[in-house]
């Protein structure tokens, strides 16, 4: 049965759909399907992929109020292992129209219940928000990932969020599980990063993810084209430091470094990565 992942983060522009969009990419890059579910109404993390919803089409919002089945829905991308459940802009007035609906909060959970076995995992892309669309996909979830922006106000919003997350874990959902934060848009070269790193760290432990990603115009591209970083410039320092991450995700559920040591991308994407690092 998949592992639920959830992509969150209050604050915008902190690399959110960056690294849902890649980390998923990379994943099947490693021979792991995985299902991407776009459940920001703004549908960025499908159209990153190159899948946008004509008129006519179905989304994830038809999915989650039964309107379609799931085989209408899920949408192809480049990898074969890699799915994807689009969004469209009818995804933002699920909170108002699911208000009055008994078990709302539960609805995304009982959507993807039935597709849980077709993946090892699926990763829900959060809008910058903590309404009934992010406690739907926490409530579905097993586990959370912050992406934390490597700059001045990075711990802005930070405790709050992290505040609801243990709020809804301690009263609606006890199995959920912080799996850790995601430093992005990180410079090594300038004290503000290390030092919000460090910070950032403190916060979060042993929880922390080691692997950052770097402040990246190839990253800031990519989605311009539908492309994944691995389809549009799979030999920068964005795409190297997503398929650490993914390793690294990885090794904490079980895996082992050096079963990727060797391993290449295939076609275009044929590309040595050093991960013993």
């Given at each position: 049965?998949?592992?639920?992942?959830?992509?969150?983060?209050?604050?915008?522009?902190?690399?959110?759909?960056?690294?849902?969009?890649?980390?998923?990419?990379?994943?099947?890059?490693?021979?792991?399907?995985?299902?991407?579910?776009?459940?920001?109404?703004?549908?960025?993390?499908?159209?990153?992929?190159?899948?946008?919803?004509?008129?006519?089409?179905?989304?994830?919002?038809?999915?989650?109020?039964?309107?379609?089945?799931?085989?209408?829905?899920?949408?192809?991308?480049?990898?074969?292992?890699?799915?994807?459940?689009?969004?469209?802009?009818?995804?933002?007035g699920a909170e108002v129209?699911?208000?009055?609906?008994?078990?709302?909060?539960?609805?995304?959970?009982?959507?993807?219940?039935?597709?849980?076995?077709?993946?090892?995992?699926?990763?829900?892309?959060?809008?910058?928000?903590?309404?009934?669309?992010?406690?739907?996909?926490?409530?579905?979830?097993?586990?959370?990932?912050?992406?934390?922006?490597?700059?001045?106000?990075?711990?802005?919003?930070?405790?709050?969020?992290?505040?609801?997350?243990?709020?809804?874990?301690?009263?609606?959902?006890?199995?959920l599980k912080m799996d850790?934060?995601?430093?992005?848009?990180?410079?090594?070269?300038?004290?503000?990063?290390?030092?919000?790193?460090?910070?950032?760290?403190?916060?979060?432990?042993?929880?922390?993810?080691?692997?950052?990603?770097?402040?990246?115009?190839?990253?800031?591209?990519?989605?311009?084209?539908?492309?994944?970083?691995?389809?549009?410039?799979?030999?920068?320092?964005?795409?190297?430091?997503?398929?650490?991450?993914?390793?690294?995700?990885?090794?904490?559920?079980?895996?082992?470094?050096?079963?990727?040591?060797?391993?290449?991308?295939?076609g275009e994407r044929a590309?040595?990565?050093?991960?013993?690092?």
């Amino acid at each position: 049965m998949a592992e639920i992942v959830v992509v969150a983060n209050q604050k915008g522009g902190v690399g959110k759909t960056t690294t849902s969009i890649n980390l998923a990419y990379a994943l099947s890059c490693l021979n792991q399907e995985v299902l991407l579910v776009d459940f920001d109404p703004q549908g960025n993390a499908g159209s990153g992929l190159g899948v946008t919803v004509e008129d006519g089409q179905k989304s994830v919002y038809h999915l989650l109020t039964k309107v379609a089945p799931f085989d209408q829905v899920v949408r192809q991308t480049s990898s074969e292992f890699l799915d994807v459940l689009p969004a469209c802009k009818d995804l933002a007035g699920a909170e108002v129209e699911l208000v009055n609906v008994r078990g709302r909060e539960n609805m995304l959970k009982d959507a993807l219940a039935p597709i849980r076995d077709m993946y090892k995992f699926i990763i829900i892309d959060c809008p910058p928000s903590l309404g009934l669309l992010t406690l739907n996909a926490m409530m579905a979830a097993d586990s959370v990932i912050t992406p934390v922006q490597c700059e001045y106000y990075a711990m802005e919003g930070l405790a709050h969020f992290m505040e609801t997350v243990n709020k809804i874990k301690q009263f609606l959902h006890p199995k959920l599980k912080m799996d850790g934060g995601v430093l992005t848009m990180y410079d090594a070269h300038l004290n503000l990063a290390k030092q919000v790193r460090d910070e950032v760290s403190r916060y979060f432990g042993e929880k922390i993810y080691k692997t950052p990603i770097p402040r990246n115009i190839r990253l800031a591209e990519a989605p311009s084209f539908g492309q994944s970083i691995f389809d549009y410039e799979p030999a920068c320092r964005g795409a190297e430091a997503y398929i650490k991450l993914a390793v690294e995700f990885l090794t904490r559920r079980g895996a082992k470094a050096e079963d990727f040591t060797d391993l290449k991308l295939t076609g275009e994407r044929a590309i040595n990565y050093d991960f013993g690092g």
